[in-house]
C-alpha cells in the first residue's frame, strides 16, 4: 500500500475548487488499495466544506486528514489520532507580538471553531470570515489553541520577516509561511511530522508521495522526496525531486508504474 499525502489550496484544490480530474484520480488512487491523505493549515470545517459531494463523483474522501499543519490529525471518520495545542503564554505572546506589527487583527483555531482575533469588536480586520471574533485581552487567557494565524494580503515579504522572528523569539512556537498568511503551531508540529507519524502508526508504506506549493510544505517534500505544482515558491520547487501539473497527474504516474509493473 502506498501513501499520497497532499497540500490542499493551491495545490489539491486551485482557484477555489477540487477540479473533477483531482477528484477523479483520487478515486482510482484509493480503488487501488492506496491511502489519499490531505494536509493542510486549514481547520477541520474549512476543508471539509471544500471535499463536498461531487454531483457525479461523491465527496473526496481522504484516509486521514492532517489539520492545523499538524497540530491535528483525524481518520477517516472523524476520530483524534494526534492533537497538540500551543501552550497558553506562548500563544498569548504570539498573539501580541501580531498585534505589535499591524492593525491587520489574527485568528486562533481551536478543535471545532476559528475566531478572528481583534483589538476592538467591530474594527477593520484581514482575516477571513470564520465562527465570530473574540478581543485580544480574551484570546490571550484562552485554553486550547491549535494555531493562531495572522495574514496578510498585502505582502508576502511581511509574512515571512514575521515567521522568521517568531521561529526566534518563540522557543515553543514554530511558523510556517503559507504565501499571504503565518500560521503558528507549537514547536514539532509540522506537515513532516505529521507523515512520519502515520508511518509510524500505519506504515510501513510502500512509497510516501508528498504534493505542494508553499513553505509550509518545504519540510515533508525534502524529506520524502516529493514533488512541487508549477506555481510552488521556489524553496518548495528546489526541495522537490519531481513537478506534476496536477495532483492527478502525480497520482496517475505511480499508477501507471503499477499497472506495468503488474502487466510485465
Known amino acids: 500500500m502506498k501513501c499520497a499525502v ?3 489550496d493551491r495545490t489539491f484544490s486551485m482557484d477555489g475548487a477540487v477540479s473533477r480530474e483531482n477528484r477523479e484520480a483520487v478515486r482510482r488512487w484509493q480503488q487501488a ?7 493542510t493549515g486549514r481547520n477541520e470545517a474549512s476543508l471539509r466544506k471544500k471535499l463536498a459531494e461531487d454531483p457525479e463523483l461523491g465527496a473526496v474522501r481522504p484516509d486521514v486528514l492532517i489539520l492545523n499543519n499538524g497540530a491535528l490529525i483525524l481518520d477517516r471518520e472523524g476520530r483524534e489520532l494526534f ?5 497558553r503564554e506562548t500563544a498569548a505572546g504570539v498573539l501580541a507580538y501580531f498585534d505589535g506589527q499591524d492593525e491587520a487583527g489574527s485568528g486562533i483555531t481551536l478543535r471545532y471553531r476559528k475566531l478572528n482575533v481583534v483589538r476592538e469588536l467591530g474594527m477593520a480586520t484581514t482575516q477571513r470570515p470564520c465562527d465570530g471574533e473574540i478581543l485580544l485581552r480574551e484570546a490571550e487567557k484562552m ?8 495574514r496578510r494580503p498585502d505582502s508576502t515579504e511581511e509574512i515571512t520577516r514575521m515567521c522568521r522572528e517568531i521561529n526566534r523569539l518563540f522557543p515553543h512556537a514554530s511558523a510556517y509561511s503559507n504565501v499571504r498568511n503565518a500560521d503558528v503551531v507549537a514547536r514539532g508540529v509540522g506537515k513532516a511530522q505529521a507523515v512520519r507519524f502515520l508511518q509510524e ?3 510501513p508504506f510502500e512509497e510516501i508521495l508528498t504534493i505542494g506549493d508553499s513553505a509550509n510544505d518545504t519540510d515533508m517534500i525534502r524529506e520524502f522526496q516529493g514533488a512541487a505544482v508549477p506555481a510552488a515558491v521556489p524553496e518548495v ?10 495532483v492527478a497527474a502525480y497520482l496517475n504516474s505511480r499508477l501507471e508504474v503499477f499497472h506495468r509493473q503488474d502487466n510485465f
Do not use: Y
Not at 33 to 39: L, N, R
Not at 83 to 87: A, G, N, Q, S, T
Open 237 to 246: 520547487r528546489a526541495a522537490a525531486a519531481e513537478q506534476f501539473p496536477t
Open 33 to 39: 488499495g492506496h491511502w489519499f491523505v490531505i494536509a
Open 201 to 203: 502508526r500505519f506504515g
Open 143 to 150: 485554553e486550547g489553541i491549535l494555531q493562531v494565524h495572522h
Open 6 to 8: 497532499s497540500d490542499f
Open 83 to 87: 492533537c497538540r495545542e500551543l501552550d
